[in-house]
């Protein structure tokens, strides 16, 4: 943002009042005069209606935007088979296991997620495991199993999309597709899912900027997504204690500021069962507008992610500590 002054004009004046309002600016000069202030990019976002009103404010150039899909969407909620999540809508709790590991696993997960004050199931069909020998998921029959399970205890799913070939088939189970970390940037991959016209779970790419996932949302909303729903689930850090670093600052800007709708997924963040709770509790506080929860019937015997998912009496202490086991599920179609 550029603010032009007046001539003359009290530069350090300007300056002053602009910082009071949260903006931090640098001396553009011409002839020893400052003609503009260049305003920092870590300043607050102020409307430029409240900048022009300082006595000695020219002008503000603002710079075009490259997402305008997205901001035109800033303070809407997305629905997700009747159940709105973002502004004026309590916060959501998302929950299943990592896989789908039989038609009975996945319909005991869904149970617990239901009697924990769940709206929504998760659980991978198709997983991208970074060792080929990992298990990698049943496929299409997980699907039905899924959509089953969710369909008998009243919960919408979603679940994740890998190839652009899978996307009509996971759509005509799933309520809202998932794209994976590792899929942010995988842009055929993005188009295909924004054409089956539904909403996105779109999840930060393990090393991606902020502007990297705005783009990555417009991607989807150009192709004809009815809606992103944005999920941090943290970044690559240098530090083994836990698997990824949570970006709550990251949280707060899209839910405060970009006024988009954001939740947090912590069991990915942290990699472990202990810490799920406090980030939970943390990113709730910093706006998310829901979790996204690994659950299962027996972690010890799960087939991926065990170390991270609760068993359905930790998930219910979640809720609770989390006031969703005392919240009625409104919205649900």
């Known amino acids: ?31 020893s005069e400052t ?6 990019s870590d300043s ?28 035109a969407l800033a303070g809407a909620p997305v629905t997700v088979r009747g159940l709105t ?36 199931l998760r659980g991978g069909a198709f997983k991208p495991r970074t060792s080929p020998y990992a298990f990698s998921g049943h496929g299409n029959p997980a699907l039905g ?8 205890a ?6 994740e999309v890998l190839s652009e070939r899978d996307v009509d088939s996971v759509a005509d189970y799933a309520d809202m597709l998932q794209i994976g970390s590792r899929n942010m940037q995988a842009f055929g991959l993005l188009k295909a ?32 997504a009815s809606g992103v729903v944005f999920c941090e689930r943290g970044l690559r850090s240098f530090d083994p204690s836990t698997r990824n670093l949570l970006d709550l600052g990251a949280v707060a800007l899209l839910a405060n500021v970009y006024r988009l709708p954001v939740v947090v997924d912590p069991s990915h963040a942290a990699g472990r069962r202990d810490l799920i709770q406090p980030l939970a509790r943390a990113a709730l506080g910093a706006g998310a507008h829901g979790l996204i929860v690994e659950c299962h019937p027996d972690p010890a015997h799960a087939k991926s992610d065990g170390a991270q998912a609760l068993d359905p009496r930790s998930l219910a202490g979640l809720a609770d500590a989390c006031h969703f086991a005392s919240r009625e599920n409104e919205g649900r179609s």
């Open 1 to 31: 943002m550029l603010v032009t002054l007046r001539h003359p004009s009290d530069a350090d004046r300007v300056a002053a009042q602009l910082q009071a309002l949260g903006l931090w600016t640098e001396r553009l000069k011409s002839d």
């Open 35 to 40: 003609r503009a202030l260049l305003v920092r």
């Open 44 to 71: 607050a976002h102020v409307e430029p209606r409240a900048i022009t009103a300082i006595d000695g404010v020219s002008a503000v150039w603002v710079p075009p935007t490259t997402h305008p899909k997205l901001d």
């Open 85 to 120: 999540i973002g502004y004026g809508a309590p916060p959501v709790l998302i929950s299943g296991p990592c896989s789908i590991e039989s038609p009975e696993q996945i319909a005991e997960s869904a149970r617990a997620v239901r009697a924990a004050g769940g709206t929504i």
């Open 145 to 152: 199993w899924m959509r089953d399970a969710a369909d008998s």
């Open 154 to 159: 009243g919960l919408a799913v979603v679940t």
């Open 193 to 224: 899912a924004g054409r089956a016209a539904k909403p996105v779970l779109l999840k930060r790419g393990m090393a991606a900027t902020v502007e990297e996932w705005l783009l990555s949302a417009e991607h989807l909303l150009v192709a004809g």
